[in-house]
C-alpha cells in the first residue's frame, strides 16, 4: 500500500516507521526543513528507544522516504495519515489551524481517490468537518477515518507494533475496512480492532487519557490528604492498587503529569464537553489539582530553605516529563525550576536524554552538567524531578559527600525512608512522612 504521512513527530514517524516495517511504501512529510534533512541523513530529531534504527532500516529497503513536498507526497497515496499537531489555546480549547490546513493541502494534492486518516488528537466533529474542507477542494473522494493514537513516548515502538487495541471510528464502513486491514499485521496476537463510529473514536482517546490523567490527580490529592495526616501514601497506595477493580497503573503521586498529551488532552475535553453543554467539574478539578502539585513541592523548598533563594544553589536531576523521552513538552521539572529562578536560587541541572531540548526553554539560566554528580557540587540540596532509572540507586555517599548539606527534595518518591535514615539524609518526598537527620548539624 502506498502511504502519506503528513507530520514526522513522536506520532507521525513512529507511524511511518511501523507501517513501512510491515511492507507498506511510505513518505513521512513535514514541513519542518531541518526534521526532513535529519531524517533523510538517518537521525532522528528526537530520542525515542529503537526509533532511529527502525527507520534507518527501512529507509534503507527503500519502503520509507522523508519529503517537505506535501502535494508531491500525497499524490500517489491510497492512505494519507495526519499527525500533525493539536496544541492548546489559552483558553484550553484544542488549536486545529494546523490539523486544518493540513487537510486542505491534501486535498489539493489528491489526484485519486484516498483515505484520509486522522492520527492526532482531535475534539470530536473534527473528522466531519475535514470531510467537508476535503470535499471543498478536491473532487476526488476522500472519507476521513479516526484512528487515534495510543503509543506512550519512550516505548512508542513496542506500543505500535503491539497495541492493547487499535481504536479505528468511520462511518464509511469500506473506508474503515481497509485501515483495519493496514492495521492486521500488528494485532496478530489478538488484541481486538475496536471499529466504531467517528465521533466515539474520536471521543474515545480523550477519555483515555483523561481517565488515566484522574488517576494521577486522584492518588495526588490522596498524598496531599496523607502529609496532614501523617499517614505513609505508598501504605495507601499498595492497599488500593491491590484490590483487582483498581490495580496499580497510574497510582503514583508526583509532581504531577506533564507532556504533550495528558495537560491539554484533559483541558480540550472539558472545552468541548462544556461547549456541547456537558458539566465536566471533574475535569476541571483534575487539571487544578495538576497544576497545583508542581508548586507543592516549591512551597516544600521555600519552606525549608527560605523565601528568597538568592545565594543557594539547587542541583535538579531530570528534566523529561518522564524518563525515556527527551520532550520537555509541559514537563513538571520545568515548571519547578522556573519557580526556583524566581525566587533566586541558581540551578544546576542533570538529564540523561532531555539537556539539549530543556536549552530551547531555559536558556543559560541554568548550568547543564552531563554528569549527574557533577551538578551537585557545592548545591544545598538535591531534587529529583523525573524518576529515570539511574537515580534510582545512586551513590548516597558521594551525594552526601558534594552537597553542602545532605538534603533531599524528592518530587517522584524514589528513595525509601530507610535508606534515607541509613545514609542520615534529611529527606522530604509526596505524600509521606519526612525523614530528619539524626545529627542537630543541618545548616542552611
Ligand atoms: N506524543 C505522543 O505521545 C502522542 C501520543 C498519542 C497522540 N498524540 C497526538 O498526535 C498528534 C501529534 O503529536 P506529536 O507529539 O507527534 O507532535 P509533534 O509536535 O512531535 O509532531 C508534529 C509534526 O507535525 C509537523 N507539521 C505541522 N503542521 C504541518 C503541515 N501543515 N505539514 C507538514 N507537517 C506539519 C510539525 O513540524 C511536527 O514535526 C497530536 O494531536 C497529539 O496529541 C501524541
Given at each position: 500500500m502506498q502511504i502519506a504521512i503528513v507530520g514526522s513527530g513522536y506520532v507521525g514517524l513512529v507511524t511511518a516507521a511501523c507501517l513501512a516495517d510491515s511492507g507498506n511504501h511510505v513518505v513521512a512529510i513535514d514541513n519542518d526543513r531541518a526534521k526532513i534533512e535529519a531524517l533523510r541523513s538517518g537521525r532522528c530529531p528526537f530520542f525515542e528507544p529503537g526509533l532511529e534504527e527502525l527507520a534507518g532500516k527501512n529507509m534503507r529497503s527503500g519502503r520509507l522516504r522523508f519529503s517537505t513536498d506535501l502535494a508531491r507526497g500525497v499524490a500517489d497515496a491510497r492512505v494519507i495519515f495526519l499527525a500533525v499537531g493539536t496544541p492548546p489555546r489559552a483558553d484550553g480549547s484544542a488549536d486545529l489551524s494546523a490539523i486544518e490546513s493540513a487537510a486542505v493541502e491534501v486535498a489539493r494534492g489528491l489526484t485519486g481517490p484516498a483515505i484520509l486518516v486522522t492520527k492526532s488528537t482531535v475534539p470530536v466533529g473534527t473528522g466531519a468537518r475535514l470531510e467537508a474542507l476535503i470535499a471543498a477542494n478536491t473532487p476526488h473522494r476522500c472519507p476521513v477515518v479516526s484512528n487515534p493514537e495510543f503509543l506512550k513516548e519512550g516505548s512508542a515502538l513496542s506500543d505500535f507494533l503491539r497495541p492493547d487495541r487499535v481504536v479505528i471510528g468511520a462511518d464509511d464502513p469500506a473506508a474503515g475496512d481497509e485501515i483495519a486491514e493496514l492495521h492486521q499485521p500488528f494485532v496478530r496476537n489478538n488484541k481486538p480492532i475496536l471499529r466504531m463510529g467517528r465521533a466515539a473514536a474520536e471521543l474515545t482517546k480523550y477519555a483515555a487519557n483523561a481517565y488515566l490523567a484522574t488517576r494521577i490527580s486522584f492518588i495526588n490529592e490522596i498524598a496531599d490528604v496523607c502529609e496532614h495526616l501523617n499517614v505513609d501514601v505508598n501504605d495507601v497506595r499498595r492497599g488500593i492498587g491491590s484490590d483487582q477493580r483498581i490495580g496499580h497503573h497510574f497510582l503514583y503521586p508526583g509532581l504531577g503529569y506533564g507532556g504533550s498529551c495528558f495537560p491539554k488532552d484533559v483541558q480540550a475535553l472539558a472545552s468541548f464537553g462544556r461547549a456541547a453543554g456537558a458539566d465536566c467539574q471533574l475535569l476541571e478539578a483534575v487539571h487544578r489539582r495538576n497544576l497545583a502539585q508542581g508548586q507543592r513541592m516549591v512551597r516544600r523548598v521555600l519552606d525549608r530553605l527560605g523565601e528568597n533563594l538568592a545565594g543557594k544553589r539547587l542541583a535538579a536531576w531530570g528534566l523529561a516529563f518522564k524518563p525515556e523521552t527527551d520532550d520537555v513538552r509541559e514537563a513538571p521539572a520545568l515548571t519547578v525550576i522556573e519557580a526556583l529562578l524566581k525566587a533566586g536560587a541558581q540551578v544546576a541541572v542533570h538529564d540523561p536524554r532531555a539537556m539539549e531540548s530543556a536549552r530551547r526553554v531555559l536558556g543559560e539560566r541554568v548550568t547543564y552538567h552531563p554528569?549527574?554528580?557533577?551538578?551537585?557540587?557545592?548545591?544545598d540540596a538535591l531534587l529529583i524531578l523525573t524518576e529515570w532509572m539511574e537515580f534510582r540507586s545512586p551513590d548516597f555517599r558521594r551525594i552526601a559527600a558534594m552537597l553542602r548539606q545532605p538534603l533531599i527534595f524528592d518530587g517522584r518518591n524514589l528513595y525509601a525512608a530507610a535508606t534515607m535514615r541509613r545514609y542520615n539524609f534529611e529527606y522530604y518526598s509526596v505524600g509521606r512522612p519526612p525523614v530528619a537527620m539524626q545529627r542537630d548539624d543541618v545548616k542552611t
Open positions: 554528569e549527574p554528580y557533577a551538578a551537585l557540587q557545592d548545591a
